[in-house]
């Protein structure tokens, strides 16, 4: 008896006996490579995202962002497959029961609803914890489900019908290449335009510049500049100057100087609406202290 053979008679006689249970080797597998390649090509999305978003440094782009793959090998297979078995299996198993309690049978679309569950109660905690505002929580929220919802219905397919990881990472590097044509497209034909700041000049500069929490930068005509109760503990007399650093509006920079401190600010912003920016916090977590008139 051919090895085929063998493996269609085995899945008919589980299938005498009921679905064949989720925790397989087949499913994590499955599961694991499904999170991975999701992984991935959210990464590819975002890269492409981030050309045509507002932001204070120039983004990478899909080049950029594909350098972490050699990252997500070394550690995302790791983490794919503990995130299978804490997360993406009890999905499958919650799914599961929750379809046979209420439907009596063994329904697919209840797993993207249970997905719903902890992707919702993780995005709330995080985004009530950090203060973050609708649009980022969205987006997490809306990738959270799409990677949860769509490994749990690859994992769940596995346990039911066999092995799937050898397609799960073929139809995701056919998925890759085909994001990567669209974006670049996107971009070339002009469809997506990319961000770049706006273009300004010292006399552009003058005025009152504020964090929104009581945090002030005065900028005057002629050099000097004034600082109350800004971040990093920049307060009193001192002066400013505007600096291009290159050719580009990428390369524009306001330096001032305190006895305190001396901040160094990028552009951003719109031409009728510039912001001032100044990077903090760890290089592997880095966060932008924004100034806006």
Not at 147 to 173: C, E, K, N
Not at 198 to 214: C, E, I
Request: with cysteine; aromatic share 8%.
């Amino acid at each position: 008896m051919s090895e085929n053979t063998a493996e269609r008679v085995r899945e008919r006689a589980e299938a005498s006996e009921g679905p064949p249970p989720v925790w397989s080797g087949r499913a994590v597998a499955a599961g694991a490579g499904a999170l991975y390649v999701g992984a991935a090509l959210a990464v590819e999305v975002y890269g492409f995202a981030g050309l045509a978003a507002e932001a204070p440094a120039q983004g990478e782009g899909p080049e950029g962002a594909m350098l972490v793959v050699p990252f997500l090998t070394c550690l995302g297979v790791p983490s794919a497959l503990v995130a299978n078995v804490w997360l993406v299996l009890p999905t499958v198993s919650a799914a599961r029961w929750a379809s046979a309690r209420l439907t009596g049978r063994d329904a697919w679309w209840w797993v993207p609803v249970m997905a719903l569950v902890p992707v919702s109660a993780a995005t709330a905690v995080v985004g009530i914890s950090k203060h973050l505002g609708a649009g980022a929580p969205a987006w997490a929220w809306l990738t959270g489900v799409v990677l949860l919802a769509g490994a749990a219905l690859i994992a769940r397919d596995a346990a039911l019908h066999g092995r799937r990881l050898l397609r799960v990472l073929g139809y995701g590097g056919l998925a890759a290449v085909a994001v990567f044509g669209v974006g670049a497209a996107a971009f070339g034909t002009g469809l997506v335009t990319e961000y770049s700041p706006p273009k300004v000049n010292a006399a552009g500069l003058v005025g009152t510049w504020s964090d929104g929490h009581g945090g002030i930068l005065r900028l005057s005509p002629d050099g000097t500049a004034r600082a109350d109760d800004l971040k990093f503990h920049c307060t009193g007399t001192g002066t400013w100057s505007y600096a291009p650093d290159g050719p580009t509006a990428w390369d524009q920079l306001v330096l001032t100087e305190f006895e305190d401190c001396a901040p160094d600010w990028r552009i951003s912003g719109t031409p009728g609406h510039p912001k001032l920016n100044r990077e903090y916090g760890v290089v592997d977590d880095p966060h932008w202290y924004t100034l806006t008139r």
